[in-house]
């Protein structure tokens, strides 16, 4: 199991950022997926997470309304359009796989990418 993530970087208070995670090794559209953050100082926070399908999404409150996450089952990619973005998104973002196949079990994850940075400020 291999995932990649990409597209962290700077963003200014109230911009945007697109975070890309690309999926090997495994059959990508039988897993749910998700991202999850750690902030400097902090634990793991879970952000997003996807059906296998895509229809199906689910945010931390904090991102309702400003996040968006989707999936390509063909490309193996999963990404995380981060908008109106707050300093308090400081974090290393990393995509991680659900740990059992076909949406069972929430918040349980058993891999993860190497996590991307985003830094939010002026």
């Known amino acids: 199991v291999r995932l990649v993530e990409s597209g962290g970087g700077l963003a200014q208070p109230g911009g945007s950022l697109n975070l890309s995670c690309v999926a090997s090794?495994?059959?990508?559209?039988?897993?749910?997926m998700n991202w999850v953050r750690r902030a400097p100082g902090k634990g793991i926070e879970w952000v997003s997470r996807?059906?296998?399908?895509?229809?199906?999404?689910s945010y931390m409150e904090s991102a309702k309304g400003r996040f968006i996450i989707s999936r390509d089952n063909v490309n193996n990619t999963l990404t995380l359009q981060m908008n109106n973005l707050e300093p308090e998104d400081t974090a290393a973002y990393y995509c991680?796989?659900?740990?059992?196949?076909?949406?069972?079990?929430?918040?349980?994850?058993?891999?993860w990418g190497q996590g991307i940075q985003v830094t939010v400020g002026n």
């Open positions: 991680a796989r659900n740990s059992y196949p076909f949406d069972v079990g929430h918040r349980e994850f058993d891999n």
């Open positions: 090794g495994f059959i990508f559209g039988d897993y749910a």
């Open positions: 996807i059906s296998t399908r895509g229809d199906s999404t």
